[in-house]
C-alpha cells in the first residue's frame, strides 16, 4: 500500500467481549477506510481465533486520552499508607518494647513500695 493509498486508510482499534458479563479487551489496530470495513476485517481475522460475545472498532483519532505532561497528575494526592499493611510491619516489635516498659515500671513500684 503506497502513501497515497494510506492517507485514505484510518486505523481501528478492535475491542472484543467474551461473554455479556466481561469486560471489553483490547485486541489489535486495523487500517480500514471506514467503520464498516474495519469492523468486517475485524470480525474476519478476531472470530477465526475465538469466539466473542460482541466486537468493537474504534477509530484511533476518536480516542482522547492524556498526554504524556498530564500524567504524573494521576498520582495519588493524599497520603493513605496507613491503609496499607507495610504501615504496621514493626507493630509488634513496638507493641513488645510498650509490654518491657511497663513491667520494668512495675518491678521498680513494687520494689520501691
Known amino acids: 500500500m503506497g502513501t497515497e493509498a494510506k492517507k485514505d486508510f484510518d486505523i481501528y482499534e478492535v475491542f472484543s467481549q467474551k461473554n455479556v ?12 477506510p471506514n467503520k464498516e470495513v474495519a469492523l468486517t476485517m475485524a470480525r474476519e481475522n478476531f472470530l477465526r481465533r475465538e469466539p466473542c ?10 480516542i482522547y ?16 499508607s496507613y491503609r496499607e499493611t ?12 510498650h509490654k518491657e516498659r511497663y513491667e520494668e515500671q512495675q518491678q521498680k513500684a513494687k520494689s520501691g513500695s
Open 21 to 32: 458479563t466481561s469486560s471489553f479487551v483490547h485486541q489489535f489496530s486495523l487500517l480500514a
Open 53 to 62: 460475545f460482541n466486537l468493537w472498532v474504534v477509530k484511533r483519532d476518536d
Open 65 to 80: 486520552g492524556l498526554s504524556p505532561e498530564e500524567r504524573p497528575f494521576l498520582e495519588r494526592l493524599d497520603n493513605k
Open 86 to 97: 507495610k504501615g504496621y510491619g514493626d507493630l509488634q516489635a513496638r507493641w513488645r518494647k
